[in-house]
């Protein structure tokens, strides 16, 4: 369903929380699934965006105060109670609230957050740059870790999140082949500007088999592709929210040690070392700007694959 602008009370932050004037926010495939209903929202009607980049005018949090210049995830709270926030895996978290999802999130010129889940963001980079770290580098940047360090890595789906997990890895010292929808090229030579020594159509098998794969594109059917691409004692990590059916395959894809798993959402952690590697390394964060009215022709070029990289609503 397309969104609709409207214009909306100005949210109120409540207790721990901040109130954020927001400068930028990265469009995500999950708004997508949202938008498309294939993800249930918590409310209706609901402001998506959890890449949010802006700065805080009213604070109610110890951790923030105003003029701070922010960043607010994914993973929007936490219950700090259940057996998955004891042992360190917040992302699990039971009663976990999302930012876009449950909480309504940053395709707004305001936003209130809670201070304990938001970042701390330096000075000097673009809120546009910034904003896609949030979701696609904090997120991918976990899935890569989960990965081991399996080497070449594949990377399936080449969008946001690919983009800058490809310098990640290269710069970690690890050949990186990139697999795109078949016949893309842009995307392919796109990839190998940002360090891929290979990249081709998901449909094509690589040089040589890999030692570890994320699948970013929501596609299935990638998943014995990947397999079937991969060494033994690879892992292949779904990187996604929702993917279409897997197909069935044959016991001997996944035999040998392969691993495959999913990751899903973020911890603090994930985010305080996603931010900590960008500072030491910076990355090139290639965008596609949208003033926020344009939000809807940002989810259809995503949903088209018409651009490269991130695509990024902004405020101003
Ligand atoms: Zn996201
Ligand atoms: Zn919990």
């Given amino acids: 369903m397309p969104l609709r602008e409207a214009t909306v009370r100005d949210p109120e932050p409540g207790l721990a929380e901040v109130l954020i004037g927001i400068g930028a926010c990265g469009v995500c495939r999950t708004d997508l699934h949202l938008a498309d209903g294939e993800l249930r929202a918590g409310h209706l009607p609901l402001i998506l965006g959890h890449q949010i980049i802006g700065r805080v005018q009213e604070s109610r949090s110890d ?36 930012t876009g999802s449950d909480v309504d999130g940053g395709y707004a010129e305001l936003a209130v957050a809670h201070g304990e889940h938001c970042f ?6 673009d809120d546009s740059e910034l904003a896609p770290l949030l979701c696609a ?7 890569l870790r989960l990965a ?50 290979w990249a081709g ?12 794969a994320l699948i970013f594109a929501a596609v299935g059917a990638l998943v014995p592709l990947a397999l079937r691409a991969s060494d033994r004692g690879a892992t292949v990590v779904c990187a996604g929210i929702h993917m279409s059916d897997v197909p069935a395959f044959p ?28 500072a030491e390394m910076p990355l090139r964060v ?15 070029d995503l949903r ?10 902004t405020m101003e």
Avoid at 151 to 160: E, K, Q, T
Avoid at 259 to 278: I, K, P, Y
């Fill in 63 to 98: 951790q923030f105060a105003p003029g701070d210049r922010i960043g607010v995830p994914w993973v929007a709270w936490t219950c700090g109670a259940c057996r998955f926030c004891h042992s360190g895996a917040e992302n699990l978290c039971q009663r976990a609230r999302f």
């Fill in 120 to 125: 701390a963001l330096p000075e000097g980079a």
């Fill in 137 to 143: 580098g904090m997120i991918g940047y976990r899935a």
């Fill in 148 to 197: 081991g360090d399996g080497d070449p890595l594949g990377l399936y789906g080449f969008g946001a999140a690919a983009h800058l997990i490809c310098q990640v890895a290269v710069r970690e010292g690890r050949r990186v082949f990139a697999f795109t929808r078949p016949g893309d090229a842009e995307s392919q030579a796109f990839a190998r500007s940002l360090g891929a020594a």
């Fill in 201 to 212: 159509g998901s449909d094509e098998a690589p040089p040589e088999l890999l030692g570890a």
């Fill in 251 to 278: 016991y001997e894809l996944l035999w040998q040690e392969r691993v495959l798993r999913s990751v899903a959402n973020l911890t603090r952690e994930d985010g305080r070392a996603l931010l900590a590697a960008v």
């Fill in 286 to 300: 290639t965008t596609t700007l949208y003033p926020l009215s344009r939000a809807n022709a940002a989810l259809e």
């Fill in 304 to 313: 088209a694959g018409r651009l490269q990289g991130a695509a990024v609503l």
